[in-house]
């Protein structure tokens, strides 16, 4: 079944991701609007694509005319995503799903959802996972390099959407309002760490360790540097975590690895800058045969985006549900609340206070 979809924020993401890849599976998709605050972007996209274009996303739902809307704007979601479902539309929520348990739990339809979680989809992880079962986990590490985003887009031509004051003003006010549910007063850095940080960048970990072990347990140990840096630790259902995202403006390339450690061997992937198309992510898989440690490397160049939008469109066709629907976006959210507390300390109001 053909899937008429919109695309909400033409930015890096959608340049750069996921209007190629939609481009590349007309078979699946057809992108029949496309919106952002920046009308000249929209304008310019929409006459390259042969969409409708709008500059108001609220009123491009109002309009009509498309089965299913992939959310690619910054901030939170929570308003765009509970006004799509509440149309009956299938949502791609690019995380976070949003900055508040508040807006997440106000979702209605949430088995039209999916959060865009695209490592949960890899090919190495899928592995990963079918190599882990029936194993227990003891223990998850996690490094992440992150240079600056001008480092990892040098090979791409991506025009910058420049919106407004006028038209950013009401969801930049939205964003304020969900960080004061979320933290209370919280001062400005910490409220920079949550949104993004943690939701922004870190919250991929998140999930790979709910894929991996489930969510994490307690959140015990947090230390925050200069960079910045963050360091969060505690326990999983049956072993340990360490988590380590390190801004490093003039590190060469993106790097993360994932190190899973259970009674019978370790899992390594290595993952590449997620702006990479088909570049993949390397698996080395640790075990004992007799008295020989054998070690095996998968590489997949299946793209861990379209295969989730694959899965995208199983959800919007026959109702297949998500790697991550509501319950993990919300479990996500949770979690960063409790970084967030261990950091700031138990003055944080908000969710986060009882989080």
């Known amino acids: ?25 007309r078979e699946l998709f057809e992108v029949t609007d496309v ?53 009956g539309l299938a949502v791609l929520c690019e995380k976070p799903l949003a900055y508040s348990q508040a807006e997440a739990r106000a979702l209605k339809n949430e088995t039209r959802l999916m959060v865009g979680y695209m490592k949960q989809y890899d090919p190495a992880v899928r592995r990963a996972v ?28 991506v025009r910058p959407s420049r919106p407004s004051p006028t038209a950013l003003g009401p969801w930049i006010r939205a964003d304020e309002e969900a960080l004061d549910t979320a933290l209370g007063a919280a001062p400005a850095p910490i409220r920079s760490l949550y949104s993004g940080v943690v939701l922004g960048s870190l919250c991929h ?32 259902r049956q072993g340990r975590y360490s988590l380590r995202w390190h801004y490093l403006p003039g590190h060469p390339a993106y790097r993360e690895t994932v190190s899973v450690h259970h009674e019978e061997g370790t899992l390594e992937l290595v993952f590449p800058s997620p702006y990479l198309m088909n570049a993949p992510t390397v ?18 160049v299946s793209e861990a985006f379209e295969r989730q939008l694959e899965a995208f469109h199983a959800l919007a066709t026959e109702g297949t549900a998500p790697l991550t629907g509501l319950a993990g976006g919300l479990a996500d959210i949770v979690t960063a609340q409790r970084i967030i507390r261990s950091v700031a300390g138990p003055a944080i109001g908000g969710e986060a206070h009882d989080a």
């Open 283 to 300: 698996l080395t898989a640790s075990s004992l045969d007799g008295t020989t440690e054998v070690r095996t490397v998968h590489r997949d």
């Open 205 to 236: 970990d998140l999930a790979l360790m709910r894929t991996f072990s489930g969510p994490p347990a307690t959140v015990e140990h947090t230390a925050v540097w200069e960079g910045p840096s963050i360091e969060v630790g505690g326990a999983l």
């Open 1 to 25: 079944m053909h899937v008429r979809i919109a695309v909400a924020g033409l930015g890096v993401a959608a340049q750069v991701i996921y209007l190629p890849l939609l481009a590349r599976r």
């Open 130 to 157: 079918a190599l882990l079962e029936g194993r227990t986990v003891r223990h998850l590490d996690v490094t992440v390099l992150h240079p600056t985003g001008e480092a990892q887009l040098a090979f791409a031509r």
């Open 35 to 87: 919106c952002d605050l920046d009308p000249a972007q929209a304008e310019s996209v929409g006459r390259r694509l042969g969409a409708r274009w709008c500059a108001d996303p609220m009123a491009m739902l109002d309009r009509g005319g498309f089965d299913a809307l992939v959310v690619l704007t910054a901030g939170t979601h929570g308003a765009l995503v509970a006004a799509a479902l509440e149309r």
